[in-house]
């Protein structure tokens, strides 16, 4: 049952995934145990950057927002947008530190993009403490999954996607 469950979700042990809150995480595996009287199966899933393992009742995990790494195309698009103008900053710091933080629990490379673009400052010394955190944020997430899908380390995937900012990578 538990082979049927994971070629359903095509979920497999070493399988990078992302979840939305946390990031790209690694499938360890698929277990049962016994919650409350009731038979669980979970997908394990290992964050090792937070030193942390998630357990994901297979069940939830389609409405939970645990999904494969993205597709080039959409990784592409991230990209994109990270070279696009930077959207006006007219709201309240408050107000849009909620829009950027939604964006980034989303999960959703191209709207974390929006916000490691909106956020980028070649020289940061205009941003505050705040707006410095959210950036640096948004673009580990970023970078965790472009580095889990160009199989390099976090470093070089958040220098490539600097560059990208910084206008020094050719389209």
């Known amino acids: 049952m538990a082979t049927a469950k994971k070629q359903e979700l095509a979920f497999n042990e070493g399988d990078f995934v992302v979840y939305p809150t946390h990031g790209v995480g690694k499938v360890m595996g698929v277990e049962t145990e016994e919650i409350s009287g009731t038979q669980l199966e979970l997908i394990v ?16 995990a389609k ?16 990209r994109a947008t990270l070279r696009g103008k930077a959207r006006a900053k007219k709201a309240m710091w408050s107000r849009r530190a909620q829009e950027y933080e939604a964006k980034i629990n989303s999960g959703d490379p191209v709207s974390i993009a929006e916000v490691v673009r909106d956020l980028y400052r070649a020289d940061d010394t205009d941003q505050s403490y705040s707006e410095r955190q959210m950036y640096q944020a948004a673009m580990e997430r970023l970078a965790r999954e472009f580095a889990a899908m160009d199989g390099v380390d976090e470093e070089t995937a958040t220098a490539n996607l600097e560059n990208v900012l910084g206008g020094r990578e050719a389209a």
């Open 63 to 78: 409405n939970s927002g645990l999904r494969k790494l993205s597709t080039k195309q959409v990784m592409d698009d991230a």
């Open 45 to 60: 899933i290992k964050f090792d950057k937070d030193r942390m393992t998630l357990r994901v009742p297979v069940s939830k």
